[in-house]
Structure formats: C-alpha cells, structure tokens
C-alpha cells in the first residue's frame, strides 16, 4: 500500500497523522461541538472504509449543517402521546386513534420523560374540551371572514382572526353610544385612525384589543349572533368572549417595552384593563391596572398643566378629560376598597365651550369630577385610618356641600344623570358612616346631616330619582352602581334595626325604600346573583320582623316610559339634547306605584343558615369598635376599615 506524504502506516490501514486528526478535533471544539465529537468522529471523516457501528450511531446525533442527511424517528402524535397508547400512523396524515376519537392529529409537543398512565376516556374528554375551547373563538372569525386569517408577523405574537372588523365596529359603536358620556376620552375619527394601525403598531393593536374585550365583558353588551361562535347567545357568551380577547391584548402588550416609553395610547390601554377586571369581579387585578394607568399618566406629565399648551387641539382636550376620569375612578375605588390615592387636582378641568357638539357630555362631566373633588387625601386618610383630626363641623360641612353640589335641573345625558345622582347619595353615606365612626352624630342634632335618623333621608331620595331612570341607563353602569346602591340599602337596614322608627300602615317609609332597593338590584344585570343574596341575608338577620313581609322581585315595566311620555324626551337623548334629570318629590312616590308581590321572606329568599359565607361578610365584618358615641348603631361602624358593605 503506498504512502502519501502526510500520512502514517497503522497496520493495514493508512490514517491521517495524530497533528492533523487533534487539529480536527480542536477545530470542532472552537465551533462549540466538543461534547459531540470525539477521535471517533475523527477517524470517520478521514478513514476508508465502511463505518463501524458506532460510527453510524454517531451519524444519528451529528447537525443538519455537518451531515448531508438525517435519519426520521417515528414518534406518537401528541393525542396518542398523552392518552398513552399506540400511534397508528405515518406522521404526514391523521392517525387512526385520532381519526377514531375526533380529535385534531398533531406533532407539536416537546418530547418528555414518560409518566404514570391515568384514566384513557378521562383524557380523551379532556383532550377534546381543550380542542373545542381552542376553536371556540376560531370558528366565529371563520364564519364572519369565510377564511382562515393567516397569523400575523411573529414580532408581535398575535393570534390572528381573532377580531375580525365587524366585531371591532360593534364595540367601538358601544362605547360611543353607552360609555361615552360617563367616559369621554376618545374620539371618533382618531379612534378609525388608530384601528388602520393596527397591522402595524403593537400599540395600537392592544389599545383596540382592550376596547374591544372592556366592551364585551359590560353587562349590558351583546354581540351579534353571527360574530359568536356557532351562533351561541345563550348567556356569558360574548363575556367568554370578551374574556379571551382581554388574554389576548395582556399578552401582546408584553411585547414590547410601553413601560420605559409611555404614551397616552398606553395609560388608555391600561384603563380599559382595569375596567375589564372590575367586571369580572376581579378587584386585585383591577387595582394593580388602575395603579398602573395613574402612574404611567404622571410619567408622561398629564398631571402638569404645561403638558396640554402644545401639541393636538383635539389630542389634549382628550388627554386632559383622561386625567380627570382617572382622577375620579381612582377616588371612588379608593372609598370601596380601602385605597390610597395619586392624584391630585393639579390641572384645568375641560371647557364646556371647547366641542360645540357635545355641551350636554362635558356639562355632566365636569359635575362628577366636581363631585368627588372635596374626597382628597384628608378624607381618604380619615377614611383609611391613616390621620387623625377630624371634627364635627367639618363634616356637617362636607354633607352640605354634597347636598348643594348638583343643580336640580342636570344638562346631562339620562346614563350620565343616573351615576350623579346615584353617586351623590353614595357619597353622602359614605361621610354619614365615617361621623358615625367618630361618635359625632346625636338623636337631637340641629342639623339632620349629623343625625342618626340621616340614610332614611338618604335613601328616600336615591330611590325617588332612580323611579325616573331606565333600566338601560343604569345598567351601563354596571357592578359599579350595583354596588353604590348596595351599601345604601346596608346601611339603611342597620339603621332600621337600631333606631326606633314609626311608620303608619298608610306612610311611605323606610321598609318601601328597601323594597324599592330590592326590587332595583334584583332586576339589574348583575345584582341578582351575587348582591341580592347577600342584601337578603343581611336583612333576614338584622331586621327579624321584616320576615314574611312582601318584596317585590321586579320593577314596574311602566315606570320609565310613563315619565319619558309625559316629557317627550327619548330614553336615549343624543348628545345636543338636554334631559330634565331632576330629583322628584317624596310625595311622588307612593306605594301605589310599587307592585308589591306577597313573597315569604324566609321561604323563598336565602337565610344566613343557607348561605354562611354570605352571613359572615355582612355581619363579623361589620362588627365595628372604639365608638365613644352611646348608641348601639355606633357599634356597627367603629372602625371603618372593616366596611363591607362595597362587596369586597
């Protein structure tokens, strides 16, 4: 056998010198394989012959770039793989068992270590629930488009069909005719602007995403049956939906870095969040967003004045009404949940005159942020335990500027006079129950505001104003004005059980309000089955002689149409009407117009023996302290942190 120059005799076989076969083995190490190669490797690139066996195993683990071609290994799909059994099949069509069960044939799972088997049947069902949750959404998008969408860039992780445009004009068409006089902070052609972007801009898709799924989730929203999946509009339908829109808009969010580069589009974003999780009875999660939209507006200065001089006419007077609808969300949320506030009066509120178009909108505007302007950090921090040094005479002045903070006559629209009125005997109860926390309220007190006999007057005049309101109007409101009437109708059943009051046989009185509170809350979506139950327990255990007293489970169906007749106003003024939202007389209200149903209280309505868990939120959690005034309702709100009565 000849020699070449270079190489070295090794019995038969003539192999490269050792230098040239460690230069090899060095090279591969530089490129990062030195734990797959050894001399073995070595001696098949540059040795004749066949391959040994281990050689050819070696083959089986070597790169794509460093062997021309790779042996396929047969694996089970992943349906097969989870339900442990045999895969039947090639790996390019579906496999039998599939094919058999239904399911969708898939090799997407990550190999791993072989567990326990379980039960085959229960994770087949299980199996295809995950399918169909996964196609729920799928399907209505294909029936809308009548194709599959392809799935967006990957820098943005999107999903894609997931919001086709006839969904995304139906939620943007909510929100101008139902969200926007309470919250107005968008504006029509911007908001058209803002959806062309969408393909585009991260941004953009998320803002839309989480005005969409904040729509969706709203009690009072429906979509239409052919952008659901199926045609399904049994009842959680579009929440479900709404649901998965608002994963979909967290998880994109994350894609990019709006923290360290904040715009308004951003704070929006995360409003909508906070509005979504509020719905859904998700009250941590809501504040952490709330939180986060008040930080991020402080970041990019919405809270310095200097901040709305330049730029977009249109873009500031928007940002600008944003700040205060946070600076009033965040207020309102502080006094249901114990919270600390942010922000703080620091700006110009908007020009009724700057949007000749929408007077009605920004004059009921300004009346709510003026309505929550007097809760600043001194109330809040009373409220909170967090400071000390209230007095007397500060809160009777406090009541008196409630009483006196709204006009009889409201140029609002009908959505926007519901959450003033409502709002305003809210607040009312809520300053009466912290005089009481510090022993300043007395049966002989001059002034009614400081009296214990006050939540009477309180609710005789919240349920006076809510006969003349449609039941869409409040239901736009959502949880949110549940809960405000909520607390009212507790606090006036713990006066009822504590001070002595006489009511004649003929005399609209305290227990018609809280039938009245009843009736509202037991018909507005939402109410019945979370905040009626617990109202029920509550009064079946503080108030005994109210059992067997008829309540009545609906309201009048021609309360609303008989007023908006007699006036010739529309349940749903536009935005150049004005609507006469005043409050009525007591004397209008009569028990005539109630249609009171005989129901047995303890028969038919929850006992706090069959709901425990109700019974402890409205009785252990009301057990206050530390009252110096001499009255056994005194006892009920002696710390005012253990305040149950928002639901939380």
Known sequence: M???????????????????????????????????????????????????RAERQLRLTMPDSLSSSSTAVKRACDACHRRKVKCIGDGTRPCKNCTAAGLTCTYNAIPQKKGPKGSRAKVISELRENQRQSQLVAKAQQHAFGFDSPPLSPAFSRTGGLLCMDMITSCVDYFFAHMYPTQPILHRVRVGETIGQMDTSIEAYCLVTSLC?????????????????????????????????????????????????????????????????????????????????????????????????????????????????????ERAYALQRHRPLTLHATIGLPRIDEDPAETVELSGFIHLV?????????????????????????????????????????????????????????????????????????STAADHAMSFKFPIEISRDLVSVASGFSQQAMEVHGIGLIEKLFDVACTLTDVMSCVPIEQHAFEYGPRDYLNQFLSLISTLRGGQQRYLPLLVAKIND????????????????????????????????????????????????????????????????????ENDAAFSLMTTAMQYADMTTTSPLATLYGDINNHAYSGS
């Open 213 to 329: 799924a904040y729509m969706m989730i709203q009690p009072n929203m429906s979509l239409p049956a052919n952008l659901l999946p199926d045609g399904d509009m049994g009842p959680g339908a579009s929440t479900a939906l709404g649901n998965a829109v608002l994963q979909e808009a967290l998880r994109v969010r994350k894609g990019y870095n709006y923290v360290e580069s904040p715009t308004v589009w951003s704070v929006i974003t995360s409003f909508f969040f906070f509005g979504s999780f509020f719905c859904l009875d998700k009250h941590n999660t809501a504040w952490f967003h709330l939180r986060e939209a008040t930080t991020l507006a402080e970041l990019i200065g919405m809270h310095e004045e200097a901040t709305y001089s330049t730029g977009d006419i249109v873009e500031s007077s928007r940002t600008r009404r944003l700040y205060w609808l946070l600076f009033v969300t």
């Open 370 to 442: 003026n309505l929550f302007r007097p809760f600043d950090d001194t109330f809040v921090g009373l409220w909170n335990k967090a400071r000390t040094g209230c007095t007397t005479e500060w809160l009777a002045q406090l009541q008196d500027q409630l009483a006196n903070a709204l006009p009889a006559y409201l140029e609002s629209t009908e959505s926007q006079a519901v959450d003033l009125r409502t709002s305003q005997q809210w607040l009312r109860t809520m300053v009466w129950q912290l005089s009481i926390s510090h022993g300043f309220l007395s």
């Open 2 to 52: 000849r020699v070449v120059a270079g190489q070295e005799r090794n019995g038969d076989k003539v192999v490269a010198p050792r230098a040239f076969r460690n230069g090899i083995l060095a090279s591969y190490t530089y490129l990062g394989y030195s734990t797959l190669f050894d001399m073995s490797f070595v001696s098949l690139l540059i040795s004749p012959g066949e391959p040994s």
């Open 542 to 609: 503080t108030i005994p002689s109210m059992s067997g007293y008829g309540l009545p489970m609906s309201l009048p169906s021609n309360r609303i149409e008989e007023v908006y007749d007699n006036h010739s106003h529309s349940s749903n003024p536009t935005s150049n009407n004005t609507t006469p939202f005043g409050s009525p007389p007591g004397s209008s209200l009569n028990s005539q117009q109630m249609d009171f149903k005989p129901i047995n209280f303890t028969n038919n309505m929850i006992t706090a023996s």
